[in-house]
């Protein structure tokens, strides 16, 4: 029991010291401690805890849910980042505690520790403790809405996958399909069973976490028909699309790309100039008719683009900007390792899915979901942290297995004939 004590002390001290001291040494936070997208994030949250003015900076890309939380940090303590990458430690802390519940169902508790030992120090899920990025409340919600999914046993658990699925979606619009997809599996696969122990499909459980994730997300929605005058399920992704699907894309968000001149009805435009619309949801839907004029005239050049974010999300530390991939030019070394942890962890979740296909079947759903969106905007290892923890669970199954494959014909020898 000490070591335990000791064990999970270690890692709280870990997640919260490296989150604090993140921006002295994360070298991307040494430039710039507001690095990528959360210099949009932290103006976004200190405008609504200063000025109690919801502001949009990034269009209507960004959901509430992360900023929202940031601003009740710095209505508390003023703005200061740091507070909030201390509750960014603290999230992780979250996660950690998640996965090994996941993990001790699945793996047992010896296994269990390995998996969430190794979550806390892997680099990806480490450093974006330091980062205001929305993947630090992404995190605990996916991992905890699996948890609390493959463990439901009654309808109030139903009501708490729904509640946690729908603040994710408030998090990331993207994850709003997944809601559905998540109710199917329930729906089909989820049998629950009755004191005859006759199995049943579980449908009103499915329909239970439906209306509470729908409840959950209905404010919002509320309050962006009521801004704009137009049905806005959380953020709207046709800017987005064009960002990550245009004849210079290559396989991350090019920052320039409105700048860009594009072929529309044999004319060349720019950019800037064809989407330009006082009305944000106007603007997004040119954006998103452009990008699929592209697509569909194009249909090669967007194959080779599928390569390139495939490729670049394969990659240990796969950046979206191009100016940080010449870091990634002296790391090519680590893909081969990165590849060889992706290997391990497949052959962890193949090797006997079949006997855990109902509750396996989610982290499959979500690993899929998770490569569409890749495919459909762009690229790059962020994309993949909300899935990270469930790889990492998956490598240690791996290793296990082919440890105890190499050890058994050693017994095997050893035996009396």
């Keep these: 029991m000490r070591w335990v004590i000791g064990f999970w002390s270690l890692l709280v001290v870990l997640r919260l010291g490296y989150a604090l001291l993140a921006p002295s040494l994360d070298p991307f936070l040494r430039n710039d401690p507001l690095h ?51 509750l960014n430690g603290l999230l992780g802390i979250l996660t950690l505690w998640g996965i090994f519940r996941l993990a001790r169902r699945w793996l047992g508790e010896r296994l269990a520790y390995w998996v969430v030992g190794l979550c806390a120090v892997h680099p990806h899920l480490l450093m974006t403790s330091g980062w205001l990025y929305t993947e630090n409340l992404v995190l605990p919600l996916v991992v905890w809405a699996i948890a609390l999914a493959v463990g439901a046993r009654s309808y109030s658990d139903a009501v708490g996958v729904g509640l946690l699925l729908g603040l994710l979606a408030l998090t990331r619009a993207n994850f709003l399909p997944f809601i559905v997809l998540v109710a199917l599996w329930w729906g089909l696969l989820v049998l629950k069973r009755t004191n005859d122990s006759a199995p049943k499909v579980d449908y009103l459980g499915a329909v ?68 330009a619309s006082p009305d944000p949801v106007e603007r997004d839907r040119k954006a998103l008719r452009l990008a699929v004029d592209w697509i569909r005239q194009n249909p090669t050049d967007f194959l080779s683009l599928l390569w390139k974010k495939t490729r670049l999300s394969l990659s240990a530390f796969g950046l979206q900007e191009a100016g940080n991939r010449r870091m990634v030019q002296l790391l090519r070394l680590t893909d081969g390792v990165y590849w060889l942890f992706l290997l391990v962890a497949h052959i962890g979740f193949l090797w006997g899915v079949r006997g855990h296909w109902r509750e396996w079947g989610l982290v499959a759903l979500l690993w899929g979901w998770i490569w569409l969106g890749i495919w459909l905007y762009a690229g790059g290892s962020r994309v993949l942290l909300p899935v990270m923890p469930f790889v990492v669970l998956f490598f240690v199954r791996g290793v296990a297995l082919i440890l105890s494959r190499r050890q058994r014909p050693a017994h095997a020898d050893t035996a009396p004939q």
Excluded at 73 to 79: D, E, K, L, N, T
């Design 36 to 86: 990528g997208d959360a210099r949009a994030h932290d103006q976004i949250a200190w405008t609504l805890a200063s000025e109690g003015r919801y502001e949009f900076v990034k269009g209507l890309q960004t959901a509430p849910a992360y900023l929202v939380l940031m601003a009740g940090v710095y209505s508390f303590v003023g703005h200061e980042p740091q507070a909030v990458r201390l």
């Design 208 to 275: 239970v976490m439906l209306l509470t994730a729908s409840i959950v997300m209905a404010p919002y929605i509320a309050y962006l028909y009521g801004r704009f005058g137009h049905f806005i399920p959380i953020s709207l992704g046709g800017y987005t699309f064009l960002w990550a699907n245009n004849p210079e894309a290559d396989g991350g968000f090019r920052a320039d790309f409105l700048e860009l001149r594009m072929t529309v009805d044999g004319q060349m435009v720019r950019v800037r100039d064809y989407i």
